[in-house]
């Protein structure tokens, strides 16, 4: 009993942490059968959108690298995480 109760009062250490975490478990879901898939289609947009960054990066390249370095930077991470992430060209 007298345990018990030291280690209910003990402050926790970055290393006993680690003990105290729990494994995350995922159970798949079957795909449910009667289910129709839709036909997916691209959207040109997308796209389109895509290669107006692309030719702006190369023109911004053009015109003075070492003045629009950050530029390009942004576009580019912008077109690395955003198109990336959250767009979809099937809509």
């Known amino acids: 009993m007298e345990r018990k109760r030291r280690s209910a009062n003990r402050t926790l250490r970055p290393r006993d942490i680690r003990v105290l975490m729990a494994k995350v478990f995922t159970i798949p879901v079957p795909p449910s ?14 796209v389109d959108g895509q290669r107006l960054l692309v030719e702006a ?12 370095r950050s530029a390009i930077e942004l576009i580019s991470e912008h ?13």
């Open 33 to 46: 059968i009667g289910r129709r898939r839709r036909e997916r289609t691209s959207d040109p947009r997308y």
């Open 57 to 68: 990066m190369k023109y911004l390249a053009q015109a003075d690298p070492v003045a629009n």
């Open 79 to 91: 077109v690395r995480t955003r198109f990336r992430m959250s767009d979809s060209p099937l809509s």
